[in-house]
């Protein structure tokens, strides 16, 4: 991390993250590093599967640079930011301390933003709209260990491109997309997120889960969602006249690394 970055960073009014699966070992932790170093806002929302318990499970995986990026987030809240941690079906444990404090850390199961605008969003993880975590946990977690292995695979495919120069790409971004069930089950979620925005009365939903960054009106109401730190490297921030934009950060700064993604380091391992 320079020097420069520290001194200059980007500054918004709010910055959201989702699903940035510490305690996994595709998580892009050193991505998620950059990115908080790199960046200063009023309010961070975490929101959700920012740890990944399920993965622990396996097997504990903790790396230095998960702990530097539990730090930095930690510095920031110290420093002043506002930090809601929103739990997810990942690190639903925290669910069991909805309302408490620790650390400066906000823990909430949903809240309601409004922008400098004047728009009121909800934003929540947003696993309440997905049937099959809802309806069947054993299928959603063998789904999880099918995902673990094609993340694998997808940090053989960025060593492999590292080596010739080339920027991050995601394998597994690019077939989930192309798989016509999985592009139907975005849409689908996508729909009933929105519904719910409509039913309460807001102008639109943050959320992530899916593990796909979007922003796009469905019906009248803004839908958003963060996307991930484990194949898409995405955020949602909102600028202090109330705008919402989408940062891909491995597009926006792809040679600001100085030490390989943790996906790569799996691949290596494998």
């Not at 694998?152 to 790409?169: H, Q």
Request: proline share 2%; aromatic share 10%.
């Amino acid at each position: 991390m320079s020097e420069i970055k520290r001194m200059n960073p980007l500054k918004y009014r709010s910055i959201f993250l989702s699903d940035v699966h510490l305690g996994f070992r595709g998580c892009q932790a050193q991505f998620v590093l950059d990115f908080l170093q790199s960046t200063h806002c009023k309010q961070l929302y975490l929101v959700g599967d920012i740890v990944d318990l399920w993965a622990m499970k396996n097997g504990l995986y903790w790396p230095e640079s998960h702990n530097q990026v539990v730090r930095e987030i930690m510095d920031k809240a110290r420093a002043g930011t506002r930090v809601i941690y929103l739990p997810g079906n990942h690190d639903e444990i925290f669910r069991g301390h909805l309302g408490a404090n620790f650390g400066h850390v906000q823990v909430r199961d949903e809240v309601i933003h409004t922008t400098a605008d004047g728009r009121r969003f909800l934003v929540l993880h947003g696993d309440r709209f997905d049937a099959v975590v809802q309806n069947g946990k054993w299928l959603a977690r063998l789904g999880s260990r099918a995902y673990d292995g094609l993340l694998a695979l997808n940090g053989l495919t960025s060593r492999l491109r590292s080596s010739f120069g080339l920027k991050y790409w995601s394998l597994a971004a690019y077939l989930k997309h192309k798989v016509k069930n999985a592009v139907n089950y975005i849409g689908n979620f996508e729909r009933e997120v929105a519904n719910e925005a409509e039913r309460r009365q807001l102008d639109g939903m943050i959320c992530g889960h899916i593990h796909h960054a979007e922003m796009r009106d469905i019906a009248g109401v803004s839908y958003c969602n963060c996307g991930d730190w484990v194949e898409s490297c995405t955020a949602l921030v909102e600028h202090h006249d109330g705008r919402l934009e989408l940062l891909r950060w491995t597009d926006e700064y792809p040679v600001s690394l100085t030490t390989p993604a943790p996906a790569m380091a799996l691949a290596q391992a494998s």
